[in-house]
Antibody, heavy 122, light 106 residues
């Protein structure tokens, strides 16, 4: 059974940093790309970033480019999102999602974690 | 970026009703269109992928159609558990983008 478990969310001041994690199980983690998707309170869904199966390719939404860094440790079956220079508008529930396998197209998310809330406020 | 526009933004319906939600892309995306259901406090649930393919485990009352720029999600007979917000999403290119959502209410 595929399981994704986010952790690391919390309250951070504007301009601060936070790292959220996504621990995966139930599938061959190193064979799949992974994505982060967020939902701000009362707003819609917004894709944040994707990382390829090996970690060699990463892409970001313009809204977070230069501030967020996605990474993964395939030996630990874990993906990370390092968030720097946080802004109030980054307040959201952050979901990790299992993306496509090696060689396939991305951005079809059948498996999601339960989400972790990041609140940016003074 | 490809803009996805859903209509309506919200609708009121009753159990047993047939419900149709439309999604329009700002450029042709072929069939690279997915539909998700989102309930408060829960992760999104993939309903339809590649415009018309039913995700495993999703009830057959959900169906999708369309290609190019115009797409439709249909719920043939609304059930109590279907009251939620629905999002279309294109996976034609990067960045993947969502519609603004359609809230289905009683």
């Amino acid at each position: 059974e595929v399981q994704l478990l986010e952790s690391g969310g919390g309250l951070v001041q504007p301009g601060g940093s936070l790292r959220v994690s996504c621990a995966a199980s139930g599938f061959t983690f190193s064979s799949y790309a992974m994505s982060w998707v967020r939902q701000a309170p009362g707003k819609g869904l917004e894709w944040v970033s994707v990382i390829s199966d090996s970690g060699g390719k990463t892409y970001y939404a313009d809204s977070v480019k230069g501030r967020f860094t996605i990474s993964r440790d395939n030996s630990k079956n874990t993906m990370y999102l390092q968030m720097n220079s946080l802004r109030a508008e980054d307040t959201a529930v952050y979901y990790c999602a299992k993306d496509g396998p090696t060689g396939s197209s991305w951005y079809k998310w059948a498996y999601w974690g339960q989400g972790t809330l990041v609140t940016v406020s003074s | 970026d490809i803009q996805m526009t859903q209509s309506p933004s919200s609708l009121s319906a009753s159990v047993g009703d047939r419900v149709t939600i439309t999604c329009r892309a700002s450029q042709s995306i072929g069939s690279y269109l997915n539909w998700y259901q989102k309930k408060p406090g829960k992760a999104p649930n993939l309903l339809i992928y590649t415009a018309s393919s039913l995700q495993t485990g999703v009830p057959s009352r959900f169906s999708g159609s369309g290609s190019g720029t115009d797409f439709t999600l249909t719920i043939s007979s609304l059930q109590p558990e279907d009251f939620a917000t629905y999002y279309c999403q294109q996976n034609y290119n990067t960045p993947p983008t969502f519609g603004q959502g359609t809230k289905v209410e009683i």
